[in-house]
């Protein structure tokens, strides 16, 4: 079936230092979301990636979203300690709508 | 203006016992999904429902997993009986649509 790919699995990096966690999926997707967890929190949406080599800007995240439509990445610039969390992208089931989510990028940042 | 709402938060139950949860989807909102979350297998979707009828439940593991939505307002999954391995954080979602997904704060359930 579908599978939504996340690498890496865990990042730490200093405070300042660049970020960007890829998401890769073994179909087409219709489009991808990404959502933010922090420890011992709820996924909370982030955004939504529709057009085929998207790319959306919130602040300090670039979201990008690959010309094949399989592929999809975030990037964070110059990390502060709020951005502790797991990152996770998510594409629609083909069965429906439904999320697929991939296993996450958990970040670290220390001061 | 309410999110989607859990119960129980936390829930620590003997193994064999029946564990219901529950929740309360954003209002409006037509799509009620229930996720499991593991530090093994990450956030797994268990079943979901358009207009309260399941949709999918392919990813609910065992016939020991059940869940309803008697109404546009409330659902519930159920594990019976409840083993180990069942511990997780049991998340409820909803939506309105092809667009955001809400999430609750989660019902951490603990089995032993």
């Known amino acids: ?17 660049d970020f960007t966690t890829y998401c890769n999926s073994s179909t ?50 110059a990390t502060q300690t709020t951005d502790v969390g797991t990152y996770f992208c998510a594409g629609e089931l083909n ?9 996450g990028t958990s970040l670290l940042v220390t001061p | 203006d309410a999110g989607v709402i859990q119960s129980p938060r936390h829930e620590v139950t003997e193994m064999g016992q029946e564990v219901t949860l ?5 209002s409006g909102h037509d799509y009620l999904f229930w996720y499991r979350q593991t530090m093994m297998r990450g956030l797994e979707l268990l079943i979901y429902f358009n207009n309260n009828v399941p ?11 059940s869940a309803k939505m008697p109404n546009a307002s409330f659902s519930t ?14 998340f409820c979602a909803s939506t309105g649509g092809r667009n955001t997904i809400y999430f609750g704060e ?7």
């Open chain 2, 106 to 112: 989660g019902s951490w359930l603990t089995v032993v």
């Open chain 2, 77 to 90: 999954l159920k594990i019976q009986p409840s083993e180990p391995r069942d511990s997780a954080v049991y």
């Open chain 2, 22 to 26: 529950r929740c309360k989807p954003i």
């Open chain 2, 55 to 65: 949709i999918d439940d392919s990813g609910m593991p065992e016939d020991r997993f």
């Open chain 1, 95 to 103: 069965s429906g709508y439904a999320l697929n989510f991939g296993k």
């Open chain 1, 28 to 77: 087409t997707l219709s489009n991808i979301q990404w959502y933010k967890q922090r420890p011992g929190g709820h996924p909370v949406f982030l955004i939504q990636l529709v057009k085929s080599g998207e790319v959306k800007k919130q602040k300090r995240l670039t979201f990008q979203f690959g010309e094949a439509k399989k592929n999809s990445s975030l990037h964070i610039t």
């Open chain 1, 1 to 17: 079936g579908q599978q939504v790919m996340q690498i890496p699995q865990y990042q730490h990096v200093q405070e300042g230092e």
